[in-house]
């Protein structure tokens, strides 16, 4: 058979390089006869072929040849050339057009063989024999788009083809209903294999999932050949709106055509249609389950709020030691703990099952956690401050790089209010991880102070003057005692530290207090305040 095949082409190609006397319409015409003849020589042949893969590739040869000689006849009549043999061509374009037919007579034919061997096969042999089904189904196809080029080359020649149209139009039309009832059976029988496949047992799935994987590569083949066919329909009038409907439905992909209102409506009918029977099939257990969802969520966001309200007299009350951060916490926690067990008792009443969902969760809290390392990182940190306490809401502090006043704490982040007013957001990672100095900690503060005298000063007036301004600033304590001693012989002064003890919140006023009235006092007892000084001495040379 190969031999034939290469002596054939062989002939081939020395009829389409004939001499330049014999026209170019006689040598198409030899051409195509001699593929004629070989076609039929491997029809022939065909009964003699029995395995599937023997079947897939002669019907490979006979569309190699079939295509071949069909677009180099479609090409010539679309030529200059052609005009100039009309007559004859059109009279070619008719042989190849009967030549056609007489295929796809025989590829039918052989195609109802195919689905009957094919239902007789075994599950496990069924992708196999189905790759010659789907050829031969493919073949099929592509005979019609060949059909249907042959008559419009010929209504281009000016020939009257409204015969050959309506018997085109009618194979066509009865093949694409065939095609769509055979489609939506096949996804008929999906819905019911998947169905059932949710219903067993995973460790006995195997057969299911075989057979289900069987049926989609049938529903695979049914629309792809069918999306070939609905613009050959458009091109031959016929009504394709339903056939995009069930192509859409089959693969979730949008044809050229579908762009048509007709088909869009019938699209939203079908899903109108659906949508319809599901409410009245679930409407009665649909709205009571919602009822009852509703309810119960109200129900625990009201206890959520009593929860909350508890829970916020417990941790504040005077016999609590814990700070605002861990009662914010507490409260906060306990809300949110009650209304999500109420979600999962809403959920669980609905029907939804819980086992799944929470392993679910648990998996992905696995994954999230790897993802956002940093922000656990943030979230652990946020805990270390809340259970060790370095600083409250409200406290003075420097962390983070930051100075200022802590306003609001989460376990993620610390916003600090600057001085200046600046709000910075800190992440607790950054403050834990460093040095935290909480300058508010403590009720009381000392406030250090230097202040210097000239040399020929007197240091014991000087000390009584300094002690006599705190004794009269009404906001520094008495106890602990301020300290006011001699520190520094400096270069050009004699400092005194002055260190009185005073309330934290009384820290700055005191210590701008004191310095203002020291330079008074002095200035008023004659008591110099030395400033670096610098002799400048020239020397004139001679």
């Not at 679309?78 to 007559?87: F, H, I, L, P, T």
């Not at 814990?322 to 009650?338: G, P």
């Amino acid at each position: 058979m190969k031999f034939k095949n290469i002596i054939a082409g062989i002939f081939s190609l020395l009829l389409l390089s004939l001499p330049l006397q014999a026209s170019e319409i006689e040598k198409l015409t030899q051409y195509t006869d001699s593929v004629a003849k070989e076609i039929e020589q491997l029809k022939a042949s065909k009964s003699s072929v029995t395995s599937s893969i023997s079947q897939t590739m002669l019907m490979h040869q006979l569309e190699s040849l079939t295509t071949e000689s069909s677009n180099a006849v479609i090409n010539y009549a679309k030529s200059d050339e052609a005009q100039e043999s009309k007559e004859a061509t059109v009279a070619l374009l008719m042989k190849q057009e009967k030549l056609i037919n007489r295929q796809q007579s025989s590829a039918t034919k052989a195609l109802s063989q195919l689905f009957k061997d094919f239902e007789a096969t075994s599950i496990e042999d069924q992708p196999i024999e189905w790759v010659t089904v789907s050829n031969a189904m493919d073949y099929r196809t592509r005979l019609f788009k060949i059909e249907l080029a042959l008559i419009e080359a010929q209504e281009q020649l000016g020939q009257s083809k409204e015969k050959s149209r309506s018997t085109f139009s009618k194979n066509l039309d009865g093949v694409s209903s065939n095609l769509y009832v055979v489609l939506g059976s096949s996804l008929k029988l999906s819905e019911v294999l998947q169905s059932e496949r949710s219903k067993t047992p995973a460790a006995q799935r195997d057969n299911i999932d075989s057979r289900l994987r069987m049926q989609q590569r049938m529903n695979l083949t049914f629309s792809s050949n069918l999306r070939s066919m609905i613009p050959m329909m458009e091109a031959t009038q016929l009504d394709t709106a339903k056939f995009n409907e069930l192509t859409f439905s089959a693969t979730g992909e949008l044809s050229d055509a579908m762009v048509s209102t007709d088909a869009f409506m019938a699209v939203g009918h079908n899903l109108l249609e659906n949508i319809t029977q599901w409410i009245v099939e679930n409407a009665g257990s649909t709205i009571s389950k919602v009822i009852i969802f509703i309810l119960i969520i109200v129900l625990f966001k009201y206890l959520s709020g009593l929860v909350r309200k508890i829970m916020t007299r417990i941790v504040r009350s005077p016999q609590s030691k814990l700070s605002t951060l861990v009662q914010d916490f507490i409260v906060s926690m306990s809300a949110k703990a009650v209304m999500l067990f109420g979600i999962l008792i809403a959920l669980a009443q609905v029907g939804l099952n819980l086992g799944p969902l929470l392993t679910g969760l648990g998996v992905a809290g696995i994954v999230i956690g790897f993802a956002l390392q940093d922000t656990l990182s943030n979230f652990a940190s946020g805990m270390m401050i809340l259970i060790y306490r370095p600083f409250d809401v409200e406290d003075f502090v420097e962390a983070g790089g930051v100075s200022g006043k802590v306003s609001h704490m989460s376990l993620v982040n610390t916003t600090i209010r600057t001085f200046d007013n600046q709000i910075f957001i800190v992440p607790n990672s950054k403050i834990w991880g460093d040095t935290i100095k909480n300058i508010t900690a403590e009720k009381v503060r000392r406030v250090d102070m230097t202040f210097g005298i000239g040399y020929s000063d007197d240091i014991d007036k000087a000390e009584a003057v300094l002690a006599n301004i705190l004794e009269q600033h009404n906001k520094v304590l008495k106890s602990p005692e301020p300290t006011i001693k001699v520190m520094t012989l400096n270069e050009s002064s004699v400092d005194f530290i002055v260190r009185p003890w005073v309330n934290t919140a009384d820290y700055w006023e005191v210590y701008w207090d004191v310095t203002k009235t020291v330079k008074m006092r002095f200035d008023q007892e004659g008591i110099s305040i030395p400033f670096p000084q610098r002799d400048v001495r020239l020397y004139e040379t001679k």
